[in-house]
């Protein structure tokens, strides 16, 4: 007897391949949720709340929890955890397509058509060499991190233990998630250099996206580049200096954070996790909710920035955001066309960029509104929950555990939004429309 009906079999192949993936991810939710609630994965006692939100913010990689879950999950919770961060980082898709191509079994055309949506690539032979590169680039890194974070847990851990609080930080670190098994994050190590190192390297490597990696590795020349890989570079090499050193300049002196450190060296080693971390990762080697305000307001604006596209990070992304100034200063120069390193900015993606960033703002404001509205005060808490979430960071400023059903959903909705609304937009703003019928110009005032 088959598990889904003729009928809704048929009905479900018809949806386009987004609205596929999305319900993908949303049985996903509903699976880990169900392994959470077993008596074998778990140390204390949940709701299904507590199910629900922590499967969610493994499978969207955000991080955020409601509870201890070092403490809380048993070994196999644990694993179910770091399984459902893998999953939801790679993609379902792309994970699919791994192991069938690691069992030798063929993926099919309709596999491809998915996949091809899950990577935002036009061709099958892009996505064939993508996936070349993914496979390559999750296995050494993983298990690089594995190795050399198990120098900093095995001699205080065990090494099984050890190896296993290696391994889940490093499938944690690399997917962006940053969800960690010690109650108060990576704070006891935030002076640890390998941690400092390995960590920051993982959630790089992983948030800058998986088409910038391949075009690195197979053209070692600059000029040969991309348009989007030398944009992402630059993007980068931007805001991870500027978090760095604003974080450091805003917090030197606060006592709750960088000022309870003693030496400049260690102030500045907190200053660089932290200032990298901000828009993808969402590890914390210091007190957030301590954090001055004008250092939680930079805070939010890089969550919402977020990684590279086709990555395991969140937010509008860097290359939405580097476009957004372009064309803002085009636009003061009074210039008809845009371009960057010699290469000419299309409308298309010009208008595909203000769509992403008035959907996303709107998503951002209709969350602090509800949670406003239904939780009093803390402000830019709520601020700061709601943009944590839509940028899949996980950072919090202790507000998590002051959610209420309500706002535990809204929270929930949001990180499904921010990490598979994306991929359903990009749809829709790639489906192109003729327009059978052409309408004289008009004349709008703005400003």
Not at 385 to 390: D, G, L, M, P, W
Request: overall charge positive; some cysteine; glycine content about 10%.
């Amino acid at each position: 007897m088959a598990l889904i009906p003729k009928a809704t079999a048929r009905r479900i192949a018809r949806m386009p391949a987004p609205a596929i993936l999305a319900l993908a991810y949303a049985l996903l939710i509903l699976a880990g949720a169900a392994l959470f609630m077993l008596p074998v994965a778990r140390t204390i006692p949940i709701s299904w709340g507590d199910a629900l939100f922590t499967a969610t913010s493994a499978v969207t990689v955000t991080g955020l929890a409601v509870f201890d879950i070092g403490t809380g999950l048993t070994l196999f919770g644990q694993a179910v955890l770091a399984l459902l961060i893998q999953l939801g980082g790679l993609g379902l898709m792309t994970f699919a397509v791994l192991v069938l191509a690691a069992l030798g079994l063929p993926v099919g055309i309709t596999g491809h058509v998915y996949l091809r949506e899950d990577l935002n690539q036009s061709s099958m032979t892009q996505v064939r060499l993508l996936m070349k590169t993914i496979a390559k680039v999750v296995l050494f890194c993983e298990m690089t991190g594995t190795l050399l974070l198990a120098l900093v847990f095995v001699p205080q851990q065990g090494v099984w233990q050890g190896l296993w609080t290696a391994l889940f930080h490093a499938i944690s670190a690399f997917n962006n998630a940053g969800f960690s098994t010690f109650p108060n994050g990576l704070v006891p190590y935030a002076t640890d250099p390998i941690v400092n190192i390995v960590i920051p390297a993982l959630f790089i490597v992983g948030g800058i996206g998986y088409v910038v990696l391949q075009d690195v590795f197979n053209q070692r020349n600059w000029r040969q580049w991309t348009l989007h890989t030398k944009i992402m570079l630059l993007g980068t090499a931007v805001l991870i200096p500027w978090s760095v050193g604003l974080f450091a300049l805003l917090e030197w002196h606060n006592p709750g954070t960088l000022g309870q450190l003693h030496g400049v060296m260690a102030k500045l080693t907190v200053s660089w996790f932290q200032g990298v971390t901000t828009r993808t990762a969402g590890f914390n080697t210091t007190d957030i909710s301590a954090m001055h305000d004008s250092t939680t307001m930079m805070f939010i604006s890089m969550m919402l920035i977020g990684g590279g596209p086709t990555s395991t990070a969140g937010g509008i992304k860097v290359t939405t955001f580097v476009v957004m100034l372009i064309a803002t200063m085009a636009f003061f120069r009074r210039q008809s066309q845009l371009h960057a390193f010699g290469r000419s900015i299309s409308l298309d993606e010009v208008l595909k960029v203000m769509a992403l960033t008035a959907i996303s703002v709107m998503i951002v404001f209709m969350g602090v509104f509800l949670l406003a509205a239904s939780h009093e005060g803390h402000f830019l808490d709520i601020s700061f929950e709601v943009s944590s979430a839509f940028g899949t960071v996980g950072l919090s400023r202790g507000f998590t555990g002051e959610l209420s059903g309500f706002g535990r959903a809204v929270i929930m909705a949001i990180m499904f939004l921010g990490r598979v609304g994306p991929l359903t937009l990009g749809f829709f703003l790639a489906t192109r429309s003729t327009p059978r019928v052409r309408y004289p110009a008009g004349q709008i005032h703005l400003g």
